[in-house]
């Protein structure tokens, strides 16, 4: 596997355009802040990916999460989107519209495990704009690339040179024009509902000895697992519809100048670019077949492509890596993700929280979601614990989820609330995985 140049890969840098809209988390913003000076690059872009982020996010609130954005996905964030996004309804969605799944409820059969995209037709959002053959700066890339990686340069050139620009794509990483109001209840809402939730028992009934490996190997809770898949794309059922050779070219070379950190994102997405031309020359892909968000996250996990090179495995033993395909791989993956950010085996994500009238909110919300207090100092600011937290071993953090024109919700994050925030740096997406996962797991339990 290739190394990406950065140490820490985040999978889906988190992207405050679409999300934003609706409800996105600022704290999520919060966190990137808090990394960048560690990160580089990745701050901002979030992943708006997954289609079932996507989904969620853009129709509903926010694209928090995933930078994905599966044509079904744009398509309904564009709807979500008041004024602004009616510019966004491209030709491609309306022709994705028609396409666009229906939200029943539906087996997850193997067939559909990694349904949308491999087996079933699907219509490929193919940019519209000018192919990149016609820009020296991506000519300069490729060649660059290829001296770097001793690659045949007008190989390079001329697949580089066929990706074409997405309109699209610019528009859904336009920051936000409009102020939205966060709100967690709504933001919940979204990822927990029955269908979701349904669809989540079905995946873990049907998967669960390979949940069960997951967890005995990297120790990383089934739920944590089936929260993760089930809110990036309903388990596979919303993987993105976007050519990610596009997506990808796209945000390298036309990132949205009014973007406040234009240039950073430009440069993560120059590296994800290098890692998926690198990833598909490799394994002697196709780079035009693959598909994935409008931010370049492709599979069940919509993994960034230096986050494939660096934390996917082939769990189902079969030779190869396919997150899009094998729902073994994209368990193992994600298990394995959060690993290797320091997931505590046994460790709660998080505990309830009184916070006393007293309490002094500005020093308990400085750290945002970095775990930063003890126990007992995280009580002498005046955030009372109680019950099994006060044997609780670690650093905690103050979380503050907005609820609109509603009192905040808060609750104590522990390490490994924050682990899953790296996977998606937006503490509403690490809650809505954790409800998620718990909401089925106590599905599982009722009716295993
Ligand atoms: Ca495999």
């Not at 209840?185 to 269908?195: A, E, G, K, P, T």
């Not at 006060?390 to 682990?419: Q, W």
Request: with cysteine; charged share 20%.
């Amino acid at each position: 596997m290739v190394q990406p140049s950065d140490s820490r890969p985040i999978m889906k840098p988190f992207e405050p355009t679409l999300t934003n809209q609706l409800s996105m988390p600022r704290l999520a913003l919060r966190s990137h802040h808090l990394n960048d000076s560690r990160t580089g690059a990745r701050g901002l872009l979030g992943r708006l990916g997954s289609a079932g982020a996507a989904l969620a996010v853009l129709g509903a609130l926010s694209l928090p999460c995933s930078p994905v954005l599966s044509q079904t996905a744009a398509g309904q964030a564009a709807e979500g989107k008041p004024a602004k996004t009616a510019s966004a309804k491209t030709k491609a969605n309306k022709t994705n519209k028609a396409a666009k799944p229906k939200k029943a409820v539906r087996p997850a059969t193997k067939a559909t495990a990694a349904a949308g995209a491999a087996g079933a037709a699907v219509v490929a959002l193919i940019g519209t704009g000018p192919a990149y053959a016609e820009r020296a700066e991506a000519m300069e890339f490729a060649d660059e690339l290829a001296r770097q990686h001793q690659l045949p340069k007008e190989s390079l050139r001329q697949t580089l040179g066929r990706a074409r620009q997405s309109p699209q794509v610019i528009t859904l990483m336009q920051p936000a024009t409009a102020p939205f109001v966060k709100n967690w209840r709504v933001y919940r809402s979204r990822f927990l509902d029955s269908w979701r939730i349904q669809a989540g028992l079905a995946f873990w009934q049907q998967h669960h000895k390979e949940l069960a490996r997951a967890e005995s190997v990297y120790g990383v809770p089934a739920e944590i697992i089936v929260g993760v898949l089930g809110v990036e794309t309903i388990y596979g059922r919303e993987m993105g519809r976007f050519r990610v050779i596009d997506a990808l070219s796209t945000l390298a070379f036309d990132f949205p100048a009014a973007h406040p950190r234009a240039a950073e994102r430009s440069d993560y997405f120059r590296k994800e670019l290098a890692q998926f031309l690198l990833a598909q020359n490799r394994l002697g892909l196709d780079p035009f077949k693959a598909l994935g968000s409008y931010a370049g996250a492709s599979g069940i996990p919509q993994f960034m492509p230096s986050s494939i090179a660096t934390f996917a495995v082939d769990f189902d033993g079969d030779g190869r890596i396919d997150l899009r395909g094998s729902v073994s791989d994209a368990i193992g993956s994600v298990a394995r993700y959060m690993q290797a950010y320091g997931w505590k085996t046994g460790m709660p994500t998080h505990y309830p929280v009184l916070l006393k009238s007293e309490a002094d909110m500005a020093t308990l919300l400085a750290p945002d979601i970095l775990p930063t207090f003890s126990l007992a100092d995280f009580q002498s600011k005046g955030a009372a614990l109680e019950g099994p937290a006060l044997a609780h071993r670690g650093p905690l953090a103050l979380i503050e989820l907005l609820n609109g024109k509603e009192p905040p919700s808060f609750v104590a994050g522990t390490e490994n609330f924050y682990v899953i925030t790296r996977y998606n740096w937006s503490s509403y997406y690490a809650m809505a995985v954790i409800d998620l996962g718990a909401a089925v797991a106590q599905r599982m339990q009722a009716k295993p």
